[in-house]
């Protein structure tokens, strides 16, 4: 009796996707001295509700359930999460200069906090409803970033995370063009 086999592949290559955002360099990952109460801001930059963490995991997610039907799309997702991931990687140089420490728990000014969970993500099922999550995302992620910029008074660190709002505005763009296209 001869036995049928069905394969299922992604066909989708993902060889090659590069980080998406601007084409500028970042200023040297400096601060002026350690203070862990710039440090703990930074924590829920990295780590909490809105932080470059879930942006990478709602990236991620987002991509793998759509690889199979929208090859372009989700190439472009992968794309906004490496970048994501290297936002990440100078927050947790930021914060371990300042004296921080890099342990995924968004720290408030008494050192407390809650631990990263994936409670934080909006995990839509349709294409257009990820992409409205993914903006709306960014923009929140701008608009803390700002916030947190008003507080630290340390123009080197400030200089990092003016730099990474500039990422977060071209993904907004990026994300409305992929909008427009579906």
């Not at 066909?11 to 862990?36: H, Q, R, V, W």
């Not at 969970?117 to 294409?127: D, F, G, R, S, W």
């Not at 990092?160 to 907004?172: G, M, P, S, T, W």
């Amino acid at each position: 009796m001869e036995e049928h086999t069905h394969i299922l592949a992604n066909t989708c290559s993902f060889a090659g996707i590069k980080p998406i955002m601007l084409d500028l360099p970042y200023p040297a990952i400096e601060a002026e001295g350690k203070n862990l109460s710039y440090a703990n801001l930074l924590s829920i930059d990295y780590c909490g509700s809105v932080s470059e963490l879930s942006a990478i995991t709602q990236y991620i997610n987002n991509e793998n359930r759509i690889s199979g039907e929208r090859c372009s799309l989700a190439k472009t997702l992968l794309g906004i999460a490496l970048a994501e991931m290297m936002h990440l990687q100078k927050l947790g140089e930021l914060i371990s200069l300042l004296g921080g420490t890099v342990d995924f728990v968004a720290k408030g000014q008494n050192g407390r906090g809650r631990m990263w969970t994936p409670e934080y993500l909006a995990i839509p099922e349709h294409a257009k409803s990820m992409l409205l999550a993914d903006i709306e995302a960014e923009k929140a992620a701008i608009k803390q970033y700002k916030m947190h910029m008003g507080q630290i008074r340390d123009k080197r660190v400030n200089a990092v995370l003016a730099r990474i709002i500039q990422d977060e505005e071209y993904h907004i763009m990026v994300l409305g063009i992929l909008l427009g296209q579906l």
